[in-house]
């Protein structure tokens, strides 16, 4: 059976920063079978940037998922947080940010994300 709502998370990291998830979380859903997020990301390029994927989906009736996975960089005080929000009713909604000493030497942003069976691009790019 098919889940009503689901969340494919793309994450593509264009950096050389290492990351370590350091909190995950579902409010609403369960996480799909072997979509777990990585406990580790490694380090991409601007030119090749290094693509994780992980994903949620809606469990019972009439039901969404909403999610946050929180990585912390390589300095250890730099946090990134990543949120998504795919509603059984209602428009879908994500968020990344990042906090910290080294938040201004990256740019963050995320793409895609409509529809009831989403897929969203969320990004890590040093600051231009």
């Given at each position: 059976m098919t889940a009503a709502?689901?969340?494919?998370?793309?994450f593509q990291n264009g950096t050389n920063a290492f990351l370590t998830r350091q909190s995950w979380n579902l409010?609403?859903?369960i996480w799909t079978?072997?979509?777990l997020p990585?406990?580790?990301?490694?380090?991409?390029?601007?030119?090749?940037?290094?693509?994780v994927s992980?994903?949620?989906?809606?469990d019972g009736f009439m039901t969404?998922?909403?999610?946050?996975?929180?990585y912390l960089l390589q300095d250890g005080q730099t946090t990134l947080y990543v949120y998504?929000?795919?509603?059984?009713v209602g428009s879908n909604g994500y968020d990344i940010k990042l906090d910290g000493p080294l938040s201004s030497d990256y740019s963050v942003d995320h793409s895609g994300g409509s529809g009831d069976n989403a897929t969203v691009t969320f990004s890590l790019k040093a600051a231009s």
């Open positions: 709502r689901s969340t494919l998370v793309q409010a609403h859903g079978e072997d979509m990585p406990e580790q990301i490694g380090a991409g390029s601007a030119a090749q940037p290094l693509t992980w994903e949620s989906e809606s969404g998922t909403e999610g946050s996975v929180t998504w929000d795919n509603p059984f």
